[in-house]
């Protein structure tokens, strides 16, 4: 791409003009900004670097975006595991305190049942008591 600047021959300083006839100007064809921006040669490297280092940084940003993303994805996993994990405990707690309930009643029953079988054993009981306790 090529610009067309205009030089005027009477004045010491170049105009940009479109409004005077192009009969009393020469013209002059030169390429356009290329990869130094319209800066010199030395100028290129500074946009270059700082062109880069905004990638860098535009990349960084993104992955730290990613990255929080999926810690607030593995953090709503997390309590939702710790959660259902709390409920199954609490399921297996009520289940343990049954049977250990139903053990304490079956002891009891055993226990009853033996103090019954030990007073049919003995019918007679009253009558091997001391003469004290009578």
């Known amino acids: 791409m090529y610009a067309t600047v205009l030089f005027c021959a009477e004045l010491s300083h170049m105009m ?39 990638y860098q940084r535009q990349d960084y940003m993104d992955a730290m975006a990613e990255k929080q993303k999926l810690d607030a994805e ?35 029953m055993k226990l009853e049942q033996k103090k019954q079988k030990e007073g049919e054993e003995c019918p007679h009981f009253s009558q091997y008591q001391s003469p004290l306790l009578r």
């Open 16 to 54: 940009l003009t479109f409004l005077l006839p192009l009969k009393d100007y020469k013209t002059r064809s030169f390429p356009g900004s290329g990869s130094s921006a319209g800066a010199g040669s030395g100028e290129f490297h500074v946009y270059r670097h700082l062109r880069r280092r905004e």
């Open 74 to 108: 593995f953090q709503k996993r997390l309590e939702k595991n710790k959660i259902a994990a709390e409920e199954q405990t609490a399921k297996r707690r009520k289940k343990r305190q049954k049977l250990k309930e139903k053990k304490l009643m079956a002891k009891k």
